[in-house]
């Protein structure tokens, strides 16, 4: 048996740790896509968009199979999940990138993964072993590296739209690990079009109460395309995301988001015009390196 399923369980993990860091890549695409339109809408709005869209370029593949028959317990537990991953999140996140640059708020989302080895061994999900506890402290010198000079220079400008964002990533880590039992249970497919769905009709509730949704005709053709670009990404990142969690641990899977640092600073220099600092980059080296120190495992006899 162990021969049928080695190969198999190791192609599966390939696959699931390969969806993980386009998702990283996509996450730092998106949040410069963000920053295109969120001074032409507010944060509800674009959330409520982009899942929007996200929903429907997911609903033609999540009708062409059957549908699973969800039981009537997981359904009030799936649908908080997907509002506090699709909906609080991403509000969180571009309130966050109204005072943010676009690199620096990626490299705060990084530690999504961090949150969630913490929170995953904090409920018994994995082991938080020495070398994982080393990796944590290094990758938070590096996030100390790069809001050095709003934390210790005093500075509070842009201090709460950090502390947003560091929220959302909080969200991400919570949702990454309390979603796999319902992962097992049912494809990752329906899973995410059925919490998308959710957090749609909850930003669309909320939308309304604030005041109403951003008319999107209203929308210059720049930031219509990051819209429908956010939003046709994330509908189908997402959907990768749950799928490559439904493989393997939530560790393995959120430490791609190390890529998105990389990925929204090139951009941001490119699209946005965006300067980096030398402290910027440091903090970006010690956050790669804390994650590879933290999920290396070494070779030995399977645990």
């Keep these: 048996?162990?021969?049928?399923?080695?190969?198999?369980?190791?192609?599966?993990?390939?696959?699931?740790?390969?969806?993980?860091?386009?998702?990283?890549?996509?996450?730092?695409?998106?949040t410069v896509a963000s920053r295109f339109a969120l001074p032409e809408?507010?944060?509800?709005?674009l959330g409520f968009m982009r899942y929007l869209i996200g929903a429907l370029s997911l609903a033609p593949f999540v009708l062409a199979q059957?549908?699973?028959?969800?039981?009537?317990?997981?359904?009030?537990?799936?649908?908080?999940?997907?509002?506090?991953q699709f909906a609080v999140l991403i509000v969180l996140l571009n309130i966050g990138l109204r005072s943010v640059p676009a690199g620096r708020a990626a490299l705060l989302f990084s530690a999504f993964p961090l949150l969630t080895m913490l929170l995953a061994a904090g409920l018994g999900r994995e082991r938080l072993t020495t070398r994982k506890t080393l990796g944590v402290a290094l990758t938070m010198i590096g996030v100390g590296m790069a809001l050095g000079d709003r934390i210790w220079g005093?500075?509070?400008?842009?201090?709460?739209?950090?502390?947003?964002?560091?929220?959302?990533?909080l969200c991400g880590a919570i949702c990454s690990v309390l979603y796999r039992p319902y992962l097992q249970r049912y494809p990752a497919l329906a899973v995410?079009?059925?919490?998308?769905l959710a957090s749609v009709v909850f930003l669309a509730v909320v939308g309304v109460i604030?005041?109403?949704?951003?008319?999107?005709?209203?929308?210059?053709?720049?930031?219509?395309?990051?819209?429908?670009?956010?939003?046709?990404?994330?509908?189908?990142?997402y959907f990768i995301l749950l799928w490559?969690?439904?493989?393997?641990?939530?560790?393995?899977?959120?430490v791609f988001q190390a890529l998105a640092p990389i990925t929204a600073t090139g951009l941001g220099i490119l699209l946005l015009g965006e300067s980096v600092s030398g402290r910027f980059i440091a903090g970006l080296v010690a956050v790669a390196v804390g994650l590879v120190v933290a999920l290396h495992e070494p070779k030995g006899p399977a645990a």
Excluded: K
């Design 41 to 45: 809408t507010d944060p509800v709005s």
């Design 66 to 84: 059957p549908l699973p028959r969800f039981r009537r317990r997981d359904l009030l537990p799936m649908a908080v999940l997907g509002i506090i």
């Design 210 to 237: 604030c005041g109403g949704i951003t008319n999107p005709l209203t929308l210059t053709p720049l930031a219509a395309g990051a819209v429908v670009f956010t939003g046709v990404s994330s509908g189908f990142a």
């Design 1 to 30: 048996m162990t021969n049928d399923t080695a190969p198999s369980r190791r192609y599966s993990s390939s696959l699931a740790i390969a969806a993980a860091a386009l998702v990283g890549v996509q996450v730092g695409a998106a």
């Design 192 to 196: 995410s079009g059925f919490a998308m």
């Design 244 to 254: 490559a969690l439904a493989q393997t641990t939530p560790t393995r899977v959120t």
């Design 154 to 169: 005093g500075a509070a400008i842009g201090l709460q739209g950090e502390l947003a964002v560091l929220g959302a990533a």
